[in-house]
């Protein structure tokens, strides 16, 4: 059975920091620097050759963690502000109303809350509306909570807030605000959110807009997601980094909307710029993270991601990214033996890669390098769906179209009229290409996984493939055309990586498994200086 496509969300899912890159290459901060060494594109016979002019060029890999980089809940050494109020400050007691004193204040006020439980009135639309330059700052124990009848905790369209040291809980009904988020309900830009304790709320526990910083908080057990990133406007310029996202989807969101691909520790769409850094992302009930439709220039790096229901990372219909020394470890156990017509990879890359005319970093060659996979359900799948593209009833992120040419090509013009002929039959599709695995570890014990880890049941298999076109009618890619692109074409190599265990590869068409010697000859020639353990022989 052929894969569908994760659904990207309708446009009304959606109410309406700094710049790390410079110079064409990545800023690392954050206690993960390195030397930087460029390098032009990935392919084995240039790894060690310096970038030409106008080429891509990234920095050496990060190191793959071996623990995991923010163990944030329940840390109160990261977590606990401070005991007096800062001067100048507006300090909130737990029987002042924060929306009220927030009304009251004017801009670039910080307020203080003291210790103990806060809340607003019972109105189910009373929430904090900051103005812009807002600090809120927790004193050690302070808690917002909403009691399951305020929707919203922090909503509007300030600039420059900050919020800080809070616990924020209990915000939404059970099953309530889908695709909505408590904290930056509105997306305003600026925002730092920093060394909170973010859980048990409805929806989203914070959404991210523009120029937004998200670093150092435990966003836990929320209803929806951890953290969601979407403006009508698009989001720009976004950093995560040290933050533990655990436990999300408690409202079990896929069951409500079957295929609604809206769950997970956390999803960005249509984003312009982002650093994802230093995170611990695990046991979500979901995908551990989600990059869903046009976005662009994302470097991952230096995450630990395990223990997510579905995949680690899922990276769709997007384009110019970096996954670089992540760590990923028994992701897609629980989703893997229910999908069995198609492997569960701890990173899934669907309809996505690198293109020169998408501005931003990392557009001349999208690098999976430096990772760690142990004991996921499967490794690292490059996927295409055949049927989807711009004016395809296929596509499932509806009104979306690609970045690559949108003055000429989009919804309305790739159409049955045009679609045969240039420049719409090579621009109306997202693509996976230019995609260069490289430098790897693959680690695979079945016994780990238990009795369902089969190669039958789709365990234990990295890929490239598609499936045969049929949809829709009017179609340019109907049977091989995307399978023999994506396979031959289009640029995906798999190159350097080591792998032990009994892995197995499915290549060009969904279905096709190979082992090591067929995925290494032709006519795939793929991993062909990698290594390959099984039993403890290479």
Known sequence: MEQRAPNGPPAAWYRRRRNLVAGGILLLVGGLS??????????????????????????????????????????TKLLTGPAQAPAGAVVVSTSQNLSTLTAQSPAGTTFWLSPGRHRLTNDEFVQVVPKDGNHYIGAPGAILDGANRNRYAFTGYAKDVVISHLTIQNFGKVRGNNDEGV???????????EANTIQHNAGAGVMLGSKNVLRGNCLKDNGQYGFNAYSPQRVASITLQGNEITGN??????????????????????VSGAIVRGNWIHDNRGAGMWADTNNTAFAIEGNYIAGNYAEGIVYEISYNASIRGNTFIRNGIGKGPTNTGFPTPALYISESGADKRVPGMFNQTF????????DNWAGVIL??????????????SSGSSTLVNPSVVNNASCNAQNIKNEPYVGDCRWRT?????????FSLDPDNLGDKCASRSGCGYNGIFSNWGTFPEWSPYKARTVEDSITFHQGNRF??????????????EQGNAVNWAAWQGAPYGQDQDSVIKVNGER
């Open 34 to 75: 390195t030397t930087a060494v460029l390098v032009a594109d990935g392919d084995p016979a240039h790894k060690a050759k310096p970038a030409p002019p106008g080429a891509s060029a990234t920095v050496a890999a990060v190191k793959a963690p071996v623990t995991p980089p923010a163990k944030v809940c329940g840390n």
């Open 183 to 193: 904290v930056n309900h509105d997306s305003g830009t600026g925002w730092t959110v």
């Open 249 to 270: 989807n408690t409202d079990d969101w896929e069951t409500v909307r079957p295929g609604c691909g809206c769950t997970g520790g956390g999803k960005f769409w249509a």
């Open 367 to 374: 690098e999976v390098s430096g990772n760690v996979f142990t």
């Open 383 to 396: 996927w295409e769906n055949a049927d989807r593209f711009a004016g395809s009833a296929a596509n499932t």
């Open 433 to 441: 290409q230019n995609v260069r695995v490289h430098d790897n570890v």
């Open 495 to 508: 190159f350097s990586n080591t792998y032990s265990g009994p892995w197995k590869f499915m290549v060009h």
